[in-house]
């Protein structure tokens, strides 16, 4: 006999007749992408079974290998995490324990927890207000003594890479960047991750190519970088190839982490990539609906430049109201979920007390991080949503009440 509602304790029709009739809005789902790609997905998982290694099996290269494509890496080494793959991508580079890294004020706080996770010490600098990324107008004093600049990539736009190759190479500075953010987005035709020593992914599930739980990547074209970094990823033990995993050597040349990627998150991955051009497209499209409905609005203060070119990558859609909690407050009592990128500059958070930061110190990350507010944006929400979304913040700043 079928149990009823009442006994799985699953929502049932009777229960949910008198709530409201409007469905909410996530701010983020990807059921229907899970839905699309299950079949491809499962076809991975069966292979993951059929191989019975259940760590070290094919998915892993395989990824790697398409990555390498989709991006223009020569090498990619999955992870399991953006973070992890900064920690490792700094130690391969070379970093020194109490090394300063230059990063930007206003970030995931990843960006610079990895560094001190990696043995050195960041060093914050203000945002440009436009991009979000390091500003290198902003840099001044900071990279004195600085021995990397690790700039990262937000939302939807890099950091002017140009001007931060040319300070590197004025400064003597290495070049790394957190392009966690970054999948698809390209400056000057080279691929965010590849304009110095070598920058991350995260697969984050809420990431523009995320997964069913965390894993990440590190890109570069340097073999020998590559080969470090797939070594520290696996206890430090080096003597494979780097694709895939024939034979595992006995021998240990670095002390390093576990820190490899999961076959069944690089199967989720695969099947993943399949519509991730497609997925991008769609948020792309989205974007520029959001841009028509809000431009204009009184008390935004800020939409992101949407610029239409065909290979636009919108990992988050940011605007800035100078309301921003009671927006969200407002939004989630009609049933429409937002975010707070990022809530909190990096110098303020207690972790990084000692460095001696005050307010006021980086005034521009300072102000995005009282005033952003990310709407929802990915592959399975629709235009309609997206119009309703707009609707209701229009009318919470015009004061009327959404139909
Ligand atoms: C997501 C993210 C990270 C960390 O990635 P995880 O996979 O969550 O460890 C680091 N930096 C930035 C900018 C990010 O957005």
Not at 134 to 141: E, V
Not at 367 to 387: I, Q
Request: hydrophobic share 40%.
């Amino acid at each position: 006999m079928t149990p009823t509602s009442a006994e799985t304790g699953a929502p049932s029709a009777e229960k949910n007749c008198f709530r409201v009739t409007l469905s909410s809005i996530p701010f983020f789902s990807q059921a229907k992408t899970f839905e699309k790609i299950w079949p491809d997905l499962r076809a991975g998982v069966d292979e993951i079974f059929a191989d019975g290694k259940f760590s070290h099996s094919r998915q892993v290269g395989r990824l790697e290998e398409a990555l390498a494509d989709y991006t223009g890496a020569r090498h990619v080494i999955g992870v399991n995490s953006g973070t992890d793959a900064l920690v490792l991508l700094l130690k391969a580079c070379g970093l020194r324990p109490g090394d300063r890294v230059l990063v930007p004020a206003y970030s995931f706080v990843a960006t610079a927890t990895s560094v001190v996770l990696a043995g050195g010490q960041p060093v914050f600098a203000d945002i440009d207000p436009d991009t979000y990324a390091m500003d290198p107008g902003r840099i001044g004093d900071a990279a004195d003594g600085a021995r990397f600049v690790m700039p990262v990539h937000l939302f939807c736009r890099m950091a002017d890479m140009a001007a931060l190759t040319a300070l590197a190479a004025d400064r003597g500075l290495t070049l790394v960047e957190d392009s966690a953010e970054g999948i698809g987005m390209r400056q000057h035709g080279v691929h965010a991750g590849l304009h110095g020593r070598g920058g991350v992914l995260s697969f984050f599930p809420s990431k523009t190519l995320g997964a069913l739980g965390d894993a990440g990547a590190v890109l570069t074209d340097d073999p020998d970088l590559a080969e470090r970094v797939a070594a520290l990823r696996h206890h430090g033990r080096t003597g494979r190839t780097l694709a895939h995993f024939p034979g595992i050597s006995n021998e240990t040349r670095y002390v390093g982490h576990n820190s490899k990627m999961d076959d069944l998150q690089a199967a989720v991955l695969l099947a993943k990539l399949t519509v991730l051009d497609e997925d991008v497209r769609h948020r792309a499209a989205l974007a520029r609906r959001y841009d028509e409905g809000l431009r204009g609005t009184p008390g935004i203060t800020r939409l992101p430049a949407v610029t239409g070119a065909p290979d636009e990558v919108f990992y988050v859609y940011l605007i800035e109201t100078e309301r921003r909690d009671a927006l969200a407050a407002h939004l989630q009592e009609r049933g429409i979920g937002t975010e707070t990128y990022y809530p909190r500059p990096l110098h303020l958070h207690p972790c990084f007390t000692g460095l001696g930061h005050r307010p006021g110190d980086f005034p521009v990350a300072e102000a995005a991080a009282g005033r952003a507010l990310a709407l929802p944006l990915y592959a399975d929400l629709t235009e309609a949503e997206v119009d309703r979304v707009c609707a209701t913040v229009r009318a919470f700043h015009t004061g009327r009440v959404p139909a």
